[in-house]
Each structure stands twice: as structure tokens, then as C-alpha cells.
């Protein structure tokens, strides 16, 4: 049987699309057919989505995407005012961006631990699998330690997930967890430097998680520190009422996109007559036969006025393979050229302080 050592040794590396001009690739894609065109289109999109300097631009992530090697890609979005929010599932965030930000790696399996012959055996080691990548559950749990101690940090009262997980990104500052001081840059960091949020609807549902229970189990009959999803969904909604024009890039589906779609529905509840998202991208593998949220369409999204139809696009594929070439096109594109940030973080807060 292989060591745990052997096994965690070759760490997934993070692309790099700075490294890499996909536009000419791409301008050809775009006089192919299917999912090719499909994904220059996307591109297209999101390079326009750049360039209307009103836009505010909100990432939507699902799916194992950091584990997968594509953190690096969200980090430089950040950092060049190509993203001005992210809506997120919990783990992205906390249990794969924050556990690398910690000094922790995710790592490439066999072919033969791919499709779970030798689970029983991972499990013994403590070693944890996400489909082709593995990570080390002893790790884990000192992330979840981690995020325990900066609930521990805070007053007792509800926060939005966008409020905790800025706190994640100061616990990195003041623990030294940055480039500056010799580690790693991560997606929490970043949006804590440029003030971008991040919100995460079901937060509870990652290391995080672990930690909030942890505490309120310590804290029974005191006060303590909550995550208030309906304060989440009035944050952003806030955001879609201060920027009406915004556009989408989700990569997957599930709650974060039901998340961000719907702000146009909340403004619109909340006396605030908001213009459906104008520009919208998703990247899925999801089917949309079986009803379900991930597969379904953007012109179905238009039937629940969330979506304007006329800059929208659908691409069907796998996000490590199409992200790097949207992504990739827009920025050695300059799209962000004339974009400075929106500092959207700052706006939240001001607004809660006046509360």
C-alpha cells in the first residue's frame, strides 16, 4: 500500500492565464461550430461586459473549482477590477481557497483512485478525494480550527457570510498568510485588499461550518455569532439597486446562481423598478431535462425577469477547460483596461454602519 507521503505528492498547479494568449485560439473557435462557438461567444460577452465601465460584474462559482487548479484565474480577475462580487458554495471558498491560503496544497491522484476503487484505502490514510484531486483531512481540520478561532474573534451578534469571510481575509493579513510576507495570494485575500464581496448563501455547509458549530455548541445560552442568509440576500440586492446595470459570469449552477439571479426580483420587491441582469454567461455540464436549477437555461431565466436575452450564452462544457479561454480572451484583450474597482465592500459597509 503507498504512503500517505507518496501519495500527496504532486500538488495540483493553479493556471495561469497571464501566461497564456488564447485570443487568437479563440477568434478561431469562433468560426467553428457547437460548443466552440459557443465559448467564443461566451468570450465576447464577457469582454463586453468588461467594457461597459457601469457593468458590475458577479462571479458565480459552484462546482470544485479550486481544487481543480483554476484559483490563480479568480485571483487575477479580482486583482484587475475584472470581478466586482462573487457568490459562492462554501467550499470554493473556505475548504479549497482559505485551506491553500493557510499553506495547504490540493493534489493530483492516480488514474486508479479516480473512479473509487481504492477509497477504503484513502480513508485510512485520512485522505479525502474530489473526483481526480486529493486532500489531506488532518489539514482540513486545522482549517476548520482556523475558522473556529475567527468566530471566537468576533462579537456576538448575526453576520452575513460576506461580513465573516472578510474577516477571513484579515485573519490572513494579521497571521501574515500573504505574498508580502512570503505565502501564498488566495481569491479571500485579494477580495479583502480591492473590497470585493463575497457572499456565500449556504455558508454553513463548508469548514466553516465546523467552526460555527463548535462555537455555538461552547457558547449555549450566551450570545454568539450567527451567518444570516436573508442579511446576504439583502446585501447583494442593495448592490444590484446602487449598480442597476450588472452582468453574470457563473461557472456551474445550483445556489449561487439562483442567488444572483434572483437580486433582480428582490430590488423589484423591494420598490426598486431594476433592469434584468444585461449581460449573463454560464459554463455547465448540467442537463436541463431533469428540472433542475444548474442545467436550466438563461432565456428560461428571462421568463422569470432576471436575465435580458440579447447578451447571454450558454456554453456546455467543463469549467477547467472553458474558463482559462473566456477569461483568458478578455484579459490579454485589456477589456479591464478602463474598469477601476467598485469597491463594493466599502458600499455594504458604510450602509450598515449608518444602520
Known amino acids: 500500500m503507498p504512503t500517505k507521503k507518496e501519495l500527496l505528492s504532486r500538488p495540483i498547479q493553479h493556471i495561469d492565464i497571464k501566461q497564456h494568449n488564447v485570443v487568437p485560439l479563440v477568434e478561431a473557435m469562433s468560426k467553428m ?24 460584474v458577479i ?27 462573487i457568490v459562492s458554495t462554501g467550499a470554493n471558498i473556505v475548504d479549497q481557497d482559505f485551506f491553500e491560503a493557510l499553506g495547504f496544497n490540493h493534489y493530483i491522484a492516480g488514474d486508479e483512485y479516480k473512479y473509487g476503487a481504492e477509497d477504503a484505502t484513502l480513508r485510512e490514510l485520512m485522505i479525502d478525494r474530489i473526483y481526480d484531486t486529493f486532500i489531506d483531512e488532518e489539514e482540513l481540520r486545522i482549517c476548520d480550527e482556523a475558522t473556529h478561532q475567527i468566530t471566537n474573534s468576533l462579537e456576538p451578534r448575526p453576520y452575513s457570510s460576506r ?7 484579515k485573519y490572513l493579513v494579521d497571521n501574515q498568510k500573504t505574498p508580502q510576507d512570503g505565502g501564498r495570494d488566495s481569491i479571500v485575500l485579494a477580495a479583502y485588499e480591492k473590497n470585493v464581496p ?12 465546523f467552526g460555527l458549530v463548535a462555537h455555538q455548541h461552547a457558547r449555549q445560552g450566551k450570545p454568539m455569532v450567527s451567518i444570516d442568509s436573508a442579511k446576504d440576500f439583502y446585501e447583494i440586492t442593495k448592490l444590484k439597486i446602487e449598480n442597476p446595470t450588472t452582468g453574470l459570469l457563473m461557472i456551474g449552477g445550483g445556489v449561487p446562481k439562483n442567488f444572483a439571479q434572483d437580486i433582480v426580483v428582490a430590488a423589484d420587491i423591494l420598490g426598486t423598478e431594476a433592469s434584468m441582469h444585461k449581460y449573463a454567461i454560464q459554463i455547465t ?8 436549477l444548474s442545467g436550466s437555461t438563461l432565456k428560461e431565466a428571462s421568463s422569470w425577469g432576471k436575465v435580458d436575452l440579447t447578451y447571454e ?29 467598485k469597491n463594493f465592500a466599502t458600499i455594504l459597509d458604510r450602509v450598515a454602519v449608518t444602520a
Not at 60 to 67: E, K, Q, T, V, Y
Not at 163 to 169: L, N, T, V
Request: aromatic share 8%; proline share 2%; with cysteine.
Open 59 to 85: 462571479l458565480c462559482l459552484a462546482g470544485s473549482l479550486i481544487s481543480a487548479g483554476l484559483q490563480k484565474i479568480i485571483v487575477d480577475l479580482v486583482r484587475n477590477n475584472m470581478v466586482d462580487a
Open 285 to 292: 455540464v448540467a442537463d436541463a431535462r431533469d428540472g433542475a
Open 163 to 169: 461580513e465573516f469571510i472578510q474577516a477571513m481575509g
Open 198 to 209: 463575497i457572499f456565500c448563501p449556504a455558508f454553513s455547509d463548508c469548514s466553516a461550518g
Open 313 to 341: 450564452q450558454m456554453v456546455f462544457a467543463e469549467a477547467t477547460m472553458a474558463l482559462p479561454l473566456i477569461a483568458g480572451y478578455a484579459f490579454h484583450k485589456d477589456a479591464q483596461a478602463a474598469r477601476t474597482g
Open 33 to 56: 461550430a457547437y460548443s466552440s462557438r459557443d465559448t467564443a461567444r461566451a468570450a465576447s460577452i464577457y469582454d463586453m461586459m468588461l467594457r461597459d465601465t457601469e457593468c458590475g
